[in-house]
């Protein structure tokens, strides 16, 4: 296996930030991960699966690792399920088509989310009403020190929102190497619950929608909102919507009666944060070659040579004047290096 070194990361994270890997090594398979695990046992290591969730800050001392794991195909079927399995390598986008072309059910509202199939169980990726965690059965990871592989159940991985088990209690000591997620094949739950999808659906005329209709739908609304990051660098959301208790809410609602939110349970409220950010008069400013998208307030894009830690200042100046203005304190979702 080629370990490079000085390798530049600019393509390998979907904010397009300028930073240097002092090692880099691609793995294409799970006995070559095995192997540059073994070798490499004293190094420090970063494990690198899509780069849509990171912001770079600096170069990375540590050996970097690609996972370049390719492959999918069904394990087993029976009259109404399929279960389908991918390499943690593959882009998510592209298996998520992949089974809506065989009409298997279950991830098309989460079409166009960038990143690898890997890397979705980390935060339990979800857009439009659905989460992975609503169709995923399994994930073989391998552990970084013993390279002992390990099978992790849906309920061993503590799904949570944009959270599980591997930002917790495992945080830095498995890799994911391949994820299994169990779809339909007919009575499809089509979830067009999500007010964006109806809409777009009826502009259509589209009565009695098809997975692809709603993968469609879900296509052109997520373009006419996100910045696709091969034009201008960003990381999707870059911040969560934050979960507040009632009490605060009821506070920050009498002073903003028009404030929206989301019922999490009697005692806590999801608010979301690109209302507050886009109220704090954040959307569309631009600082240098860091800014916030116009269409999206939850998104921080690279506008060309912005460093990462020119997007961090922005985004603690964002988080800064949504505690003083509302007294909510808004958590970064992307991993800061
Ligand atoms: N809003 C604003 N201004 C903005 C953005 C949003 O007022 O600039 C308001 C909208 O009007 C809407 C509410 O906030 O009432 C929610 O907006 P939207 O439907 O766009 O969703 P979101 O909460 O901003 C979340 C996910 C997205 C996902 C969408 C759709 C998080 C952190 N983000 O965004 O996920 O695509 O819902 O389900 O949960 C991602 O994680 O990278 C991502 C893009």
Known sequence: MNIISNFSLKK?????IEAKAKQFVAVHSVPDLKTVLLENKAQEKFILGGGSNMLLTQDIEALVIHIDLKGKKIIKEDDD????????GENWHEFVLWTINQNFGGLENMSLIPGNVGTTPVQNIGAYGTEIKDTFVLCQAI?????????????????????????????DQYIITSVVFKLTKRNHKINTSYGDITAELEKHNIKTPTLKDVSNAVIAIRQSKLPDPK?????????????????????VKAKFPEIKHYDVSETEVKVPAGWLIEQAGF????????GIHKNQALVLVNYGNATGQEILNVSKEIQKTIFEKYGIAIEAEVNVI
């Open 81 to 88: 399920f399929v279960w389908v399995e991918s390499q943690a």
């Open 12 to 16: 390998h994270n979907t904010f397009g």
């Open 143 to 171: 552990h970084i020190e013993s390279q002992e592989i390990k099978t992790f159940s849906k309920s061993e991985c503590h799904f949570g929102y944009r959270e599980s088990v591997f930002k917790h209690e495992v945080k």
């Open 283 to 290: 959307k569309g400013k631009r600082f240098g070659d860091a």
């Open 231 to 251: 034009e201008l660098g960003n990381s999707g959301s870059f911040f969560k919507n934050p979960i507040i208790t009632r009490t605060l809410f009821n506070e």
